[in-house]
């Protein structure tokens, strides 16, 4: 009997509650949300989608379309960035080479509304660089200034890179260099190999990378919320929606952007499976080529410490600002007065502990739930063989084409009443709404890292242990777990930090009593206690980085080994 | 077609020498084969002629092109590699035909060659199939028309066989043999398996870390290996350590163990090796042509010490089929018991127990003592004319 089959044979036991709660969470909050924008003052019909698409009242699709456009925009400025930065990193050899390509994935680590945040005191109109730069150059005026949707995209540039970096790096070192040094042996330039082999052999990389960060791009929300001015996004407008009460018309946005990004999805995808290609085993070792000459590796060596500066500025930033006095720094360029009092609070206010408290306990608790459901429901669409499967896949990545935004739209609308799935419960205002949109925001980074470990789980792995003796759980827990592990634990951790630097749900969802660490920045950051909100963004930015280094500790060597 | 030289080779990876002054030409048209274990520097040495990497010192020559700097895409080679590194995002049409693009060849030119390249292969009709949907056998096909399509100079062939099953192996190397002979090319071979080298190679260059051992033609390597190295490389010849001495006049083998084999007495000075066994073989007078323009390995196994064996340690090589298994004691036999036997069809191998000295014969299956079982006493007789005495 394997694992599976101990799984199913009470087959009650574990589809029913997986069931219910897909079925509550994801799949019931979507279709109200979809039910109640076909009201309109009670009306039923298209009234909502006539005003959104009303072309006498553009600013609904004025929002659509500024989405979408920074979306691309997105998109193409990331792979601008971090594909070249890829091929660089992977085909030349050059002093620092190593650091620089690990620092380069540096922008992940900083949660949604820290980026944005070191951008607003860095780059904006009153931002520090443009300033010492006008002081520099005695100008009469800053020599620029980042909002708008300039502003956005280039956080967006910054943040989404590393998607783009992270997917052609893994690309290129999965291509057999055998393949490269045929074409050229064949006769072909660099350039034209490049074209016809190498770009080819990257594209699942490429459209992988692209859904993901036209995605997060869409589901925005710190940028746009901070930079916008007077320029609208689709998420940001359903928030203003909802702030100003009008429910039928944030469902109804709701509704349009998940259909954008659904379809986005799917269009994608199919393109994705076409072209993947499984490479065989490897000719030839990779060999990087060493920049020779004392001026290029100068060059490179300079440009390497050009980019460490540009990438590191915003944790820089962050940091120095939470040794600033609350209510010093006004119109100087730089801070002024500087005070450990934002750390030392640490220590004697208890009710600075209470939002790390709440995020860490609402981290902790929705990922548990990830990690049973996203896990289980991995292990049956990857090993199982019912009928069904498919459904299981797609019900559990809907969350992933879903907006934050959505989410939480999703889980107002569903939880404002008590429902069977809450046990007759209110959901909306209690503790609990915004663990559960964490939940299911996060379900499908656990079940793809999980799915992905089972995948490359050899079936044979555990009918030789049974071969030799091993009972099923033996079994699962000397070969199946140890193969596993690592994929799941990276999953596990990664669904974990996001939970904890969660702010677009969080902004809709959250209450006095369970304020996350991400509203503790905003609430102080409106009141122009830029110190201590930049102190709570440094203690983020330490959790978030200590998670992510043991991730990396752990996972590395075992999941290698468990490839090879 | 070329001729291409290699002049004192060497390469090192990180201060690590991997090639160590190669020095040989191949001649317009051979089949060349590069031997050797792994690690020994053969497929570097490759990759260098293919222009992939470039020597530390020493030069690459194609026919007198000094060619050692010129980049990868220019050299006109056509390499097949390990694992073919077919183009998996292309069909078989467009994988043959990219090194026609790259040389801007018209297109209906570029349909006709690429048809008559899959034709010689035995692919023809299967231009248009997604490459990864073929067998290995007929990807390996894919690699050698892409790569003669071409039509280059020299073709290079890495490891090709060794990720096909053993028959599929046969009839691949006859094929790329037949192929190579057919088209007149140069071609450079590297590959670990001696059988294979020996089957299909004009001459073999016996590789070891980093030097080349022995470069000859396949039988005066097989029958008449210059040192150790090459005589246990080679195949399971037996190989013994021992001390040469004079007896009597006579040159006698002693192995530690108690073996003793003696050996024809020297003849005159004319003795091309130090060998006794090469005094057997006639060297037909053509192989003393096609080996003049070899720079051969000055390792000190060329003919230096043609005199009398000198006295000293040595290492005696004699080949299974050299050994038989005998009843009669007589001169140049020694008693031994079978420890196993294997039946191979048309021969069987033993391996005998001489007083502690492990002995390797093959029988012919239909021959007297082919029936002999594990546990039986036997002879084994050791023709002293037969052996082979290395010095290295």
């Known amino acids: 009997m394997n694992l599976y089959a101990v799984l199913r044979q009470p087959r009650a036991l574990v589809f029913v509650p997986l069931g219910f709660i897909l079925l509550g969470y994801i799949v019931y909050p979507a279709a109200l949300v979809l039910w109640e924008s076909l009201f309109r003052d009670g009306q039923f019909g298209f009234g909502n989608y006539g005003e959104f698409f009303d072309p006498d009242s553009p600013s609904y699709m004025e929002g659509l379309f500024n989405s979408v456009m920074v979306s691309v925009g997105s998109v193409l400025l990331s792979a601008l960035i971090g594909v070249p930065l890829a091929l660089i990193f992977t085909h030349y050899e050059f002093p620092g080479r190593s650091v620089f390509s690990a620092l380069a994935i540096l922008p992940i680590v900083l949660p949604p509304l820290v980026g944005v945040l070191a951008f607003l005191f860095l780059y904006s109109e009153s931002g520090m660089i443009p300033r010492l730069i006008q002081a520099a150059l005695g100008l009469e005026r800053p020599p620029f200034s980042l909002n708008g949707v300039w502003a956005v995209l280039l956080v967006h540039g910054y943040t989404m890179y590393v998607f783009f970096y992270l997917f052609t790096s893994a690309a290129l070192r999965g291509i057999d260099p055998a393949v490269m040094e045929a074409a050229r042996n064949l006769g072909a330039s660099s350039w034209f190999s490049f074209r016809t082999v190498t770009l080819p052999l990257l594209t699942p990389a490429m459209v992988g990378a692209t859904l993901l960060v036209f995605m997060t791009s869409m589901n925005s929300f710190s940028a746009p919320f901070i930079f916008a001015g007077g320029f609208r996004f689709l998420s940001l407008n359903i928030y203003t929606s909802k702030l100003n009460g009008d429910m039928a018309m944030a469902v109804t946005q709701t509704v349009v952007l998940s259909a954008f990004s659904i379809a986005f999805l799917f269009w994608m995808r199919r393109y994705e499976g076409r072209r993947q290609y499984a490479m065989s085993t490897k000719g030839t070792a990779n060999v990087r080529r060493e920049i020779r000459g004392r001026w290029a590796r100068l060059l490179a060596g300079a440009a390497g410490i050009v980019m460490v500066v540009v990438l590191l500025l915003p944790h820089l930033t962050i940091l120095l600002l939470s040794f600033v006095q609350d209510g010093t720094w006004t119109h100087q360029i730089l801070p002024q007065v500087y005070t450990s009092d934002n750390y030392g609070r640490l220590f004697q206010d208890p009710t600075f502990w209470e939002p790390i408290r709440n995020s860490l306990n609402m981290a902790v608790v929705s990922t548990a739930a990830d990690v049973a459901i996203g896990v289980t429901a991995a292990y049956l669409v990857v090993k199982g063989t019912f009928r069904g499967r498919k459904l299981l896949d797609a019900l559990v990545m809907v969350p992933w084409a879903l907006p934050g935004t959505v989410v939480a739209i999703n889980l107002i609308v569903a939880f404002s009443q008590g429902t069977p799935f809450s046990f007759g419960q209110v959901l909306v205002g209690s503790f609990w709404l915004l663990p559960i949109a964490y939940f299911v925001r996060h379900l499908p980074i656990v079940f793809r890292a999980s799915s992905a470990a089972f995948r490359q789980l050899d079936d044979s792995l555990e009918e030789a242990a049974r071969n030799l003796g091993a009972g099923w759980f033996y079994a699962f827990r000397r070969v199946t777990l140890p193969l596993i592990g690592p994929g799941v634990l990276a999953g596990t951790l990664l669904a974990f930090v996001t939970a904890l630097g969660e702010f677009v749900a969080s902004i809709l969802l959250y209450v006095y009593d369970n304020r996350p660490i991400a509203m503790e920045i905003l609430s102080h950051l409106r009141q122009f206690n830029i110190g201590s909100a930049a102190a709570y963004a440094v203690l983020l930015l330490l959790l978030v980085s200590v998670v992510l280094l043991g991730s990396n500790y752990f996972s590395r060597g075992t999941a290698q080994r468990s490839l090879s | ?392």
């Not at chain 2, 690690?39 to 026919?63: D, E, H, Q, W, Y």
Request: net charge negative; glycine share 8%; aromatic share 4%.
């Open chain 2, 1 to 392: 077609m070329a001729q291409v030289t290699l002049n004192r080779l060497t390469k090192h990876f990180d201060d690590n020498p991997v090639v160590k002054g190669i020095s040989l030409t191949v001649a317009d048209g051979e089949f060349f084969s590069l031997l050797g274990p792994s690690g020994c520097g053969k497929t570097t040495i490759l990759r260098m002629i293919a222009g992939f990497i470039f020597p530390t010192s020493g030069s690459v020559l194609f026919n007198d092109q000094d060619v050692t700097h010129v980049p990868a895409n220019r050299r006109n080679t056509g390499m097949v590699f390990q694992n073919y590194a077919l183009f998996p995002h292309m069909t078989v049409f467009e994988n043959v035909a990219f090194g026609l693009r790259t040389r801007k060849v018209a297109a209906a030119e570029t349909s006709d060659r690429v048809a008559r390249a899959l034709d010689l292969v035995g692919l023809a009709g299967l231009e248009q199939r997604p490459v990864p949907q073929l067998s290995g056998g007929q990807q390996q096909r894919v690699a050698l028309a892409r790569a003669v399509v071409i039509e280059p100079d020299l073709l290079l062939l890495d490891e090709p066989l060794s990720n096909l099953d053993a028959k599929l192996r046969e009839e691949t190397r006859d094929q790329i043999r037949e192929l190579q002979t057919k088209l007149g090319i140069t071609a450079i071979y590297v590959t670990h398996d001696q059988e294979e080298a020996l089957a299909v190679s004009d001459r073999i260059a016996v590789m070891e870390e980093g030097e080349c051992r022995q470069l000859d033609r396949p039988d005066a390597i097989y029958r008449r290996p210059a040192n150790r190295f090459v005589a246990a490389f080679m195949g399971n010849m037996n190989l013994w350590e021992g001390v040469l001495k004079t007896e009597e006049g006579r040159p006698v083998f002693r192995h530690a163990g108690g073996l003793t084999v003696v050996l024809p007495a020297p003849r005159s000075s004319s003795a091309p090796r130090s060998s006794p066994a090469l005094a057997e073989d006639a060297v037909p007078a053509d192989v003393e042509a096609t080996s003049a323009d070899i720079t051969a390995p000055t390792d000190g196994t060329a003919p230096a010490d043609s005199d009398a064996p000198a006295v000293g340690p040595v290492h005696l090589a004699l080949h299974p089929q050299a050994a038989r298994l005998t009843d009669e004691d007589s001169e140049g036999t020694v008693s031994g018991v079978v420890v196993t036997r294997r039946y191979k069809g048309a021969t069987v191998e033993f391996t005998v127990d001489a007083a502690g000295v492990s002995i390797q014969v093959v029988e012919h299956a239909e021959g007297p003592m082919a029936e002999r079982q594990p546990g039986d006493a036997v002879r084994v007789c050791i023709p002293g004319d037969q052996a082979i005495i290395l010095r290295d």
